[in-house]
């Protein structure tokens, strides 16, 4: 695989920019997947999404 590296400044809220290209190419939608391991922070698109039902 091959390995892409950017930097990217995180706002005053904590936010970061994934780029539109690394969204498109991993298939990043509206969620994702933060998961953290030994090596540092994996951003993944979500297995499973959770609604939360609305009550009548």
Known sequence: MEKIGIIKEIDKLGRILIPKELRERYGLAQQ?????????????????????????
């Open 32 to 56: 994702v997947e933060i998961v953290a391991t030994e090596q540092g922070l994996l951003l993944k698109s979500p297995e499973f999404i959770l609604i939360k039902k609305r009550k009548k």
